[in-house]
């Protein structure tokens, strides 16, 4: 049973235009969200987080809009660039200090094309 | 300057044997975390440690058991290895809880091949 899931596996946008990244979950406890970054080879980046109190996050290119009511989030990378190519996952936690770990999607593999 | 390290990074071994991943973290967090990544590519949670006290333990096989010997560690100790324990094994870390935040801050993973 599938508490976050990214339904695009992959993604292909042109550098300088926008990335957008999707991700729904269906455990209405969760109330922390986070997008991660993955190159090959390495371990997860954190790249940026919302709480569910707020509905958008901004951190340079990147954006995370929150839409509590469809249990939807989405991650906006503008401009995008060649180095962004790699698999982002989005993760959700729960009340309770993160003790139940972090439930993660599948990935959405970004690629960048020059 | 690692924030959060593995060893080893490749762990190759045969079926029956018993190995161990170590992992350390230098960001002064309280809570760490054990990750397995499956064939299917999905990160899902083994074991979260917190002050050397395991928290949960997520329907994991007792031959996986994770060691911590100090805040900075938590070793995950693999007895009787199957083959479907091939998988990359994440580390990861998790500071004081803050309100609104549970960040964690992965490490680079350990790839084992049971054979």
């Known amino acids: 049973d599938q508490q976050v899931k990214q339904n695009s596996p992959s993604l292909s946008v042109q550098e300088g235009r926008i990335s957008i990244l999707n991700c729904d979950y269906t455990n209405s406890m969760f109330d922390y969200f986070l997008w991660y970054k993955k190159y090959p080879a390495e371990g997860p980046t954190f790249l940026i987080s919302i709480s569910s109190i707020k509905d958008k996050n901004e951190d340079g290119r990147f954006t995370v809009f929150l839409n509590k009511s469809a249990k939807h989030l989405s991650l906006h990378i503008v401009p995008s660039q060649p180095g962004d190519s790699a698999v982002y996952f989005c993760?959700?936690?729960?009340?309770?200090?993160?003790?139940?770990?972090?439930?993660f999607g599948k990935g959405t593999h970004l690629i960048i094309q020059p | 300057d690692t924030a959060v390290s593995q060893t080893p990074k490749y762990l190759v071994t045969q079926m029956g044997n018993d190995k161990s991943i170590k992992c350390e973290q230098n960001?002064?967090?309280?809570?760490m975390y054990w990750y397995k990544q499956d064939s299917k590519k999905f990160l899902k949670i083994m074991f979260s440690?917190?002050?050397?006290?395991?928290?949960i333990n997520e329907t994991v096989p007792n031959r996986f058991s994770p060691k911590s010997p100090d805040k900075a560690h938590l070793n995950l100790h693999i007895n009787s290895l199957e083959l479907g324990d091939s998988a990359v094994y994440f580390c990861?870390?998790?500071?004081?809880?803050?309100?609104?935040?549970?960040?964690?801050?992965f490490g680079p993973g350990t790839r084992l091949t049971v054979l």
């Open positions: 990861a870390s998790r500071g004081t809880l803050e309100v609104g935040t549970d960040t964690q801050y």
């Open positions: 440690y917190n002050n050397k006290e395991l928290i």
């Open positions: 993760a959700a936690s729960a009340p309770g200090g993160g003790a139940d770990g972090l439930t």
């Open positions: 960001l002064g967090h309280d809570t």
